[in-house]
């Protein structure tokens, strides 16, 4: 077992350029989660997904796009970065159910210039 | 929605002290509170959780507290070793989709 695995590990982003984060797990999770963590902070819920083909908003989403079209895989897709998007992204997975412990990757280190 | 408040943000003690970090959140229908361990450039993991129908929960050398009227929880670590300083979170969460709300986290350092 992998676990979350997350790619890349770190990357530099020039402003209005787009990427995509990934993200996969092989512990058949339905639910997953992507936040960030700003330099000193907590983390934020940026999305979420409770199952292949159903995500919803979290704390901070503007930005940012996800889809979730297997189980595994669950991709941040960042359009035209901004210096405000630089942060460590998480992606976490759980089984779900009232609520299951979430399980972290082990992030990508995002810089924006 | 949700605001958790995490105190202190640093915690310093001696190797073999008992270290203690207090949570508070607004939400009253919050139902479950885990505590995370981070260590430099890794992801959270989690160390011990609770749910609302606990008042205490412990694991070995560390425990978990929470009071639901005051809305405040605390985890409490004994025996403190140097393997233990990394940053510590608490999260809150009000629905089964497991949205967490994280508060500042503490930098815990233990002095050999």
């Known amino acids: 077992n992998a676990g979350v695995t997350q790619t890349p590990k770190f990357r530099i982003l020039k402003i209005g350029q787009s990427m995509t984060l990934q993200c996969a797990q092989d512990?058949?999770?339905?639910?997953m989660y992507w936040y960030r963590q700003d330099p000193g902070m907590g983390l934020k819920l940026i999305y979420y997904?409770?199952?292949?083909?159903?995500?919803d908003k979290g704390e901070v989403p503007n930005g940012y796009n996800v889809s979730r079209s297997t189980t595994e895989d669950f991709p941040l897709r960042l359009e035209l970065a901004a210096p405000s998007q630089t942060s460590v992204y998480f992606c976490?997975?759980?089984?779900?159910?009232?609520?299951?412990?979430?399980?972290f990757g082990p992030g990508t280190r995002l810089l924006v210039l | 929605g949700e605001n958790v408040e995490q105190h202190p943000s640093t915690l310093s003690v001696q190797e073999g002290d008992s270290a203690v970090i207090k949570c508070t959140y607004s939400?009253?229908?919050?139902?479950?509170f885990p505590w995370y361990k981070q260590e430099l450039g890794k992801g959270p993991q989690l160390i011990i959780d609770?749910?609302?129908?606990?008042g205490e929960k412990k694991d070995q050398r560390i425990a978990v507290t929470l009071n639901k009227t005051a809305k405040h929880f605390s985890l409490h670590i004994t025996e403190t070793q140097p393997e233990d300083s990394a940053v510590y979170f608490c999260?809150?969460?009000?629905?089964?989709?497991?949205?967490?709300?994280f508060g500042q986290g503490t930098i815990l350092t233990v002095h050999p």
């Open positions: 512990m058949n999770h339905n639910y």
């Open positions: 609770i749910r609302s129908n606990v």
């Open positions: 999260a809150a969460s009000d629905t089964s989709y497991g949205k967490l709300t």
């Open positions: 976490a997975s759980s089984t779900g159910g009232a609520p299951g412990t979430q399980y």
């Open positions: 997904s409770v199952g292949a083909g159903i995500t």
């Open positions: 939400d009253s229908a919050s139902n479950y």
